[in-house]
């Protein structure tokens, strides 16, 4: 991938699969969590909720959202990556994942944590599409953050 063409991140394999065709997106009726984030600048926006199973294993997680294809694609993947993990381990996945996302460009970030995520790290890149690819990320913290 070039990395001084945006235009590249949009013809990623993983980012335009889970933004024509996004993961989770079906309205939950009950559901024990929710997070929401909105960029004002952009206007993207995203919503999720979560349907935890016992105490606090994420058993099922759907989203919403309007914006571009990297915060669809962000909130898509985003819900495969946490399915099935405590919200500890979601809470700690987002740390690094947002912790690799804010590294200089230069600086090599560590992608087999990440899985299919590590398809969003191109977007560092191109600095000013970074709160793009993190607002789906603040949406589950401000959800974890109700167990708090």
């Not at 199973?53 to 997680?61: D, L, P, Q, T, V």
């Not at 294809?69 to 993947?77: D, E, K, R, V």
């Not at 970030?109 to 990440?114: A, K, Y």
Request: proline share 3%; net charge negative; hydrophobic share 40%.
């Amino acid at each position: 991938m070039d990395q001084n063409n945006i235009d590249d991140i949009y013809r990623d394999r993983i980012i335009l699969d889970h933004c024509r065709n996004p993961r989770n997106t079906s309205p939950i009726e009950y559901f024990d969590l929710k997070g929401d984030a909105v960029n004002p600048f952009c206007g993207d926006e995203i919503h999720f909720q979560i349907v935890l199973k016992g105490e606090n294993s994420i058993e099922r997680i759907q989203f919403s959202g309007e914006g571009c294809a990297i915060n669809m694609a962000s909130g898509s993947l985003l819900s495969e990556a946490v399915t099935g993990l405590t919200l500890k381990e979601a809470g700690q996945l987002a740390i690094r994942f947002v912790e690799s996302m804010r590294k200089p460009i230069g600086e090599k970030v560590e992608g087999s944590f990440i899985g299919e995520l590590s398809a969003l790290t191109s977007v560092r890149n191109f600095p000013v599409r970074v709160k793009c690819a993190l607002l789906a990320w603040s949406a589950l913290e401000d959800a974890i953050s109700e167990r708090k």
